[in-house]
């Protein structure tokens, strides 16, 4: 009888388990919850992570599928001994430093104007932020046609001053029309966040500099570029790291061309893993690119936001 009873309680409990299970009344709802998008995160990150470490240590041509082999650190050995890697470094960097640059002082500059409160300017601020929600592929074509050598709308400006050409087919000069396109398009990316943090400024600091007679420089310095700093790193960590893979409006408008005068780092990985189908080669291009922006990015976050904290 003892023994019935045992085994008649044991099975209500299970039951009331399982019960309790379907009903996520249990100590590991939490954990039941959150177990769909941690697999979906390890499926969408870690495994192809994973994957790209071992075709990186492998010889692997799509044109030859079987004869895949492994290599080792062959990939990186010929990475480090390929001008064409090294040039794609050059130009990355140039166009990363050089339009983050003027992207910040000008993000700046057009976040104070529009946090004034003027008639229209709710309108002035949509507007303003279009070339940040219109498609790159779509802004590429747009300024290949004002860059057009003959028709464009650029080279008719400058031909009042003498200075008009083919600035996309110039191998000195396409690099830097690339970089005053990203300029046009993500300054306002960057004016928004600014904006939100100039927005957030307490109001008794500046009243205090004020009454002690404090110039707009020295306010500017000590008061607002501190306040601001969070904001302005924000930016600037989003900025280096879309513009350091940057790809889809220098494969619109030049390939990588005149040569390989506007080729960066994306955009020979691109070609090689997808035109000359060197798929291992191609991996470890993209886990150089994958180590620095890590690397450059924590040390950004922990050089100025942990320490702030």
Request: aromatic share 14%; hydrophobic share 50%; with cysteine.
């Amino acid at each position: 009888m003892r023994t019935t009873e045992f085994i008649s309680a044991k099975h209500q409990g299970f039951g009331k388990n399982i019960i309790s299970l379907l009903t996520l009344e249990t100590k590991y709802t939490p954990k039941l919850l959150l177990a769909p998008i941690v697999v979906f995160l390890l499926c969408l990150t870690v495994f192809p992570l994973l994957y790209a470490l071992y075709v990186g240590a492998h010889y692997y041509n799509l044109a030859d599928p079987l004869g895949k082999k492994f290599i080792g650190i062959g990939n990186i050995i010929e990475l480090v001994n390929d001008s064409r890697f090294w040039n794609g470094l050059k130009n990355t960097s140039i166009f990363m430093s050089v339009s983050i640059v003027f992207e910040m002082i000008l993000g700046f500059v057009l976040a104070t104007l529009l946090s004034k409160n003027f008639k229209g300017s709710g309108i002035a601020k949509s507007i303003f932020l279009l070339p940040t929600i219109t498609t790159p592929v779509v802004v590429g074509l747009v300024w290949i046609m004002l860059y057009d050598p003959q028709f464009g709308m650029i080279n008719y400006i400058f031909h009042f001053f003498g200075m008009s050409q083919a600035w996309l087919s110039n191998e000195h000069t396409a690099i830097w029309a690339l970089i005053v396109v990203d300029i046009w398009e993500w300054t306002p990316f960057v004016a928004l966040i600014l904006l939100t943090g100039i927005q957030s400024l307490p109001e008794e600091p500046y009243e205090a500099a004020h009454v002690d007679g404090a110039t707009k420089i020295q306010i500017f310095k000590n008061i607002t570029l501190p306040l601001m700093k969070q904001y302005i790193v924000i930016a600037l960590i989003f900025r280096f790291m879309d513009s350091f893979r940057w790809f889809d409006t220098i494969y619109v408008m030049t390939q990588g061309g005149p040569g390989i005068a506007t080729e960066t780092l994306n955009m020979y990985g691109y070609l090689q893993g997808f035109k000359f189908l060197n798929v291992g080669y191609a991996a470890v291009i993209g886990l150089f690119m994958l180590t620095v922006i890590t690397f450059i990015s924590q040390s950004i976050i922990k050089r100025f936001l942990i320490r702030r904290a």
